[in-house]
């Protein structure tokens, strides 16, 4: 009977231990995060708000294109008016899963009706590291063309 509470003593203590070591070790993280991102928002700090904006104004980018783009990595990095860096590695900078990205970018597509490249001309292409080149890709993107509705007036072709 001993040995039980001994050993239910031991497990809890462990299992209070380890937990305890897992959320320090998650806060350090979290800190550093904030700290790291705290960092390039202050480096950036002469850098003007609309830095961002102009650059790809400039170049003649949608304003559509820049607005969702400027909005979803704001929203990804959880910081208010983080300066935006078009050459900024999505995945180092802001630490995007690419996979989430990706569905973020089949959803403009389809909202802006753009057709996005097949597999094949996909892996032909560079890949997408950059802001920068993110706004590029979606910029080079063809419209859809419309497609052609039948009209229930219209006759159909006879089925063969």
Same mark, same amino acid.
């Given at each position: *009977? ?9 497990? +809890? ?13 998650? /806060? ?8 790291? +991102?705290?960092?390039?928002?202050? /480096?950036?700090?002469? =850098? ?17 294109? +820049? %607005?969702?783009?400027? %909005?979803?990595? =704001? ?11 078009? =050459?900024?590695? *999505? $995945? ?7 996979? $989430?990205?990706?569905? =973020?970018? +089949?959803?403009?597509?389809? /909202? ?8 094949? $001309? ?6 997408? &590291?950059?802001? $920068? %080149? ?8 063809? &419209?859809?063309?419309?497609? &052609? ?10 089925? /063969?």
């Amino acid at each position: *009977m001993l040995g039980e509470i001994a050993l239910w003593a031991v497990a +809890i203590l462990w299992f209070v231990g380890f937990w305890t070591g897992v959320f320090v070790l998650l /806060a350090r993280s979290s800190r550093k995060e904030a700290a790291r +991102i705290a960092a390039i928002k202050q /480096a950036r700090a002469p =850098q003007s708000p609309d830095f961002f904006f102009t650059f790809f104004r400039s170049r003649g980018v949608d304003h559509h294109i +820049i %607005d969702a783009v400027h %909005d979803y990595f =704001q929203g990804w990095i959880g910081v208010k008016d983080f300066p935006l860096a078009p =050459q900024d590695d *999505m $995945e180092e900078v802001y630490r995007v899963d690419m996979e $989430e990205l990706e569905y =973020q970018v +089949i959803a403009w597509a389809h /909202a802006w009706k753009i057709r996005l490249p097949t597999t094949h $001309e996909t892996i032909a292409s560079r890949p997408l &590291k950059t802001l $920068e %080149d993110l706004v590029l890709f979606l910029t080079a993107c063809e &419209k859809e063309p419309p497609k &052609k509705r039948r009209s229930s007036c219209s006759p159909r072709e006879p089925s /063969a």
